[in-house]
C-alpha cells in the first residue's frame, strides 16, 4: 500500500480491506492522513512527536531523512472509499450510515465481497436495503449475465438518482438484449419514482415559501386588512426582526457560547419586541395623523421605509450578515432518494401555524381583538362605547409590526439578512392579503399557501422570472372577476 506505482498500490489496499484486522485500519486510516513516513524499505506511522512500528507497534525512532508517502487523487479516493467500506463493520450505527452515503454510487466490483459481508451483518433494516442497492449497482458491471439481470431487478425498487445514473451508464455499454430489456424495465421504474419525489419536493417547497408569506402577510393582514394602512415600510420592520436576531446571536456568542443552540428561542421575543416598538413609535409620530387619507400613508411610509434601510446600513453596514442556524436546525429528513426536508424549513412552517393560531386566538377571542374588530367596523359608535381609539389603534399598529419581526427572524433562517431584505416580499405579501380577501385572516392563509404551491410547480416547468409573471397574471386576472378576494367580508362587517 506504500511501496510502488499507483496501479499496485491500489490492488495491494483493496486485497488488504477484505480481510482488514483493526491494525490494517489503523494503518489505512494513517495513510490517508498522510501520517506514514517510509526510509528504504522500512514503514512509519506517526503520531504526534512519535513514531511506531505498524506491524508491532511499538515505538521507533524517527529518521531524520525519512520521506513522506504520496498519494495521488487515485490513491485518496480509493483510500477513503476503503476506509467508508470498512466502517460499514462498525458497531456504531450512525459511522455505518456515514460510510453508505460515501459509498453511494460506488461501482468497482473489488468492493463486493466486503459490501456482501457488511449486507449479512447489518440487521438494520433501513442500512440492510441501502447496501443491497449499493451491492446491485455493483453488480451491474458485472461480466456474468444472470448477475446483470439480478442487478437490474433489484435496482427498479431504488428511489435513488444515482441508481438512474448507473443504470443510464450500463444501458450505454451493455450488449446483451435480455439485459437491455431488464435495464429499461428498471430505469423506468426508478424515473417513475424520481418524479413522485420530484413532485412532492415542489409540494413541500411551495408550502415552505407558502409559510414564509403567511408569516410576512399575517402583520399586513392587521395593518392594511384591518387598519386600511398601506404600510409600506412594513418589509423594513421585518429587515428589523431579523437584525435583532443577528444581535442576539452576537450577544450569545459572545457572552453565553454554551448556550448558542438555543439563542433562536431568545431572537423570537425581542425580534417581536423590537418590530413592535418601531411600529408603535411609526403610528404615535406619523401614521395616526394620516388615517383615512391612503395616498399620503403611502408616500410617507414608503419614506419611511428608505429612512429605516439607510439607518441599518449606517449601523451594520450595506453587506449581508450571516445569521447562523442552531444544530438543531442544521440538517433534515431524508424521504426518498430525491427528497430531503430539511429542518430549518419544517421549523418554520411549524412556527408560521404557531403564529397563525396565536393571532386568530388574539383576534377573536381577546379584549384587545374586540376593540380592533369594534374599532375597525365602526369607529365613531366605538369610540361612544368608551373605547380609547387611538390606544387601540397603536396596540394594533404594534401587533402587525411585531408578527413582521417574526417573519424577519423567521427568514434570517434560510437566507442572509441585508438592508433589503423586505424589498423581497413586501409585493408578494400585499397580493396575498389582496387576494386572500382584505382582513380575512383564512383567506390570508389559503392565499398564501395557494401561491406558495403555484409559484414552485410553475418554477419547475417555466423558470423563476416566468413563473412570477404567470402568478401575477393569475391575480389581476383574479381580482378582476372577484375583487372582493377569496372570502369577502358579510353582513354588517361590509
Given at each position: ?17 477484505l480481510?482488514a ?11 490517508a ?24 507497534g511499538a515505538e ?5 531523512d ?10 485518496r ?28 454510487g460506488?461501482?468497482d466490483?473489488?468492493?463486493l ?10 440487521t ?18 458485472s ?6 439481470l439480478?442487478?437490474?431487478a ?36 426508478v424515473?417513475?419514482a ?7 419536493g ?8 407558502g409559510?414564509?408569506l ?33 444581535v ?7 457572552y453565553?457560547?454554551a448556550?448558542?443552540?438555543w439563542?433562536l428561542?431568545a ?32 408616500l ?5 421605509s ?15 450578515v ?16 430525491n ?29 384587545l381583538g ?12 366605538a369610540?361612544?362605547?368608551?373605547v380609547?381609539?387611538?390606544r ?6 404594534a ?6 419581526g417574526?417573519?424577519?427572524c423567521?427568514l ?7 438592508p ?6 413586501i409585493?408578494?405579501?400585499?397580493m ?34 416566468l413563473?412570477k409573471i ?25
Open positions: 500500500m506504500v511501496f510502488g506505482d499507483t496501479e499496485a498500490r491500489v490492488e495491494a489496499l483493496s486485497k488488504a480491506a480481510a484486522d483493526d491494525k490494517t485500519v489503523a494503518f489505512i486510516q494513517a495513510l492522513d498522510d501520517a506514514v513516513r517510509t526510509q528504504g524499505d522500512k514503514v512509519f506511522v506517526v503520531k504526534g512527536d512519535k513514531a511506531f512500528d505498524p506491524v508491532s521507533l525512532s524517527l529518521p531524520a525519512a520521506e513522506e508517502v504520496i498519494n495521488p487523487n487515485l490513491m479516493s480509493e483510500l477513503d472509499t476503503a476506509l467508508a467500506a470498512l466502517k460499514l463493520l462498525s458497531r456504531d450505527e450512525s459511522l455505518r450510515r456515514d460510510a453508505l452515503k460515501t459509498l453511494a460506488e461501482t466490483e473489488a468492493r465481497p466486503l459490501i456482501e459481508k457488511a449486507y449479512a451483518a447489518e438494520v433494516p433501513a442500512l440492510k436495503s441501502q447496501l443491497a442497492l449499493i451491492r446491485a449497482a455493483i453488480l451491474l458491471g461480466s456474468d449475465k444472470t448477475r446483470r439480478k442487478a437490474a433489484l435496482l427498479a425498487d431504488s428511489h435513488s438518482p444515482a441508481t438512474k445514473t448507473a443504470l443510464l451508464d450500463r444501458l450505454r455499454v451493455e450488449s446483451d438484449a435480455d439485459v437491455k430489456v431488464a435495464l429499461r424495465a428498471a430505469l423506468t421504474r424515473e417513475a424520481l418524479a413522485w419525489g420530484d413532485r412532492l415542489a409540494i413541500f417547497s411551495g408550502i415552505s415559501l409559510s414564509i403567511l408569516l410576512v402577510a399575517l402583520g399586513l393582514a392587521i395593518t392594511y386588512g384591518l387598519m386600511g394602512v398601506i404600510n409600506m415600510a412594513h418589509g423594513e420592520l421585518m429587515m428589523i426582526g431579523a437584525y435583532a436576531t443577528y442576539v446571536q452576537g450577544v450569545f456568542q459572545a453565553l457560547p448556550a448558542f443552540d439563542y428561542l431572537a423570537v421575543p425581542v425580534a417581536f419586541g423590537a418590530s413592535a416598538l418601531m411600529g408603535a413609535v411609526l403610528e404615535r409620530s406619523v401614521i395616526r395623523f394620516l388615517y383615512g387619507r391612503p395616498l399620503e400613508t403611502l410617507a411610509t414608503w419614506g419611511i428608505l429612512m429605516l434601510q439607510q439607518l441599518v446600513r449606517s449601523i451594520f453596514g450595506a453587506q449581508n450571516g445569521v447562523e442556524n442552531p444544530v438543531w436546525m442544521s440538517s433534515g429528513v431524508q424521504v426518498l432518494g427528497l430531503s426536508l430539511p429542518y430549518n424549513r419544517l421549523v418554520i412552517i411549524a412556527f408560521a401555524a404557531f403564529v397563525l393560531g396565536a393571532v386568530a386566538w388574539l383576534i377573536s377571542r381577546t379584549r374586540l376593540f380592533v374588530r369594534g374599532v375597525t367596523q365602526n369607529r365613531p359608535i369610540a361612544c362605547m368608551g380609547n381609539t387611538a387601540v389603534d397603536t396596540y394594533a399598529f401587533l402587525g409590526s411585531g408578527i413582521a417574526l417573519a424577519g423567521a434570517s433562517q434560510v437566507g442572509n439578512v441585508g433589503d431584505l423586505g424589498q423581497s416580499y409585493v408578494d405579501a400585499f396575498v392579503v389582496v387576494l386572500g380577501g382584505v382582513g380575512q385572516l383564512a383567506g390570508t392563509v389559503y392565499a398564501a399557501m395557494g401561491l406558495g404551491i403555484l409559484n414552485k410547480f410553475l418554477e419547475g416547468w417555466t423558470g423563476a422570472v413563473a404567470a402568478v401575477l397574471v393569475f391575480i389581476i386576472v383574479f381580482i378582476q372577476k372577484r375583487p372582493q378576494g377569496i372570502f369577502a367580508m358579510k353582513g354588517r362587517e361590509v
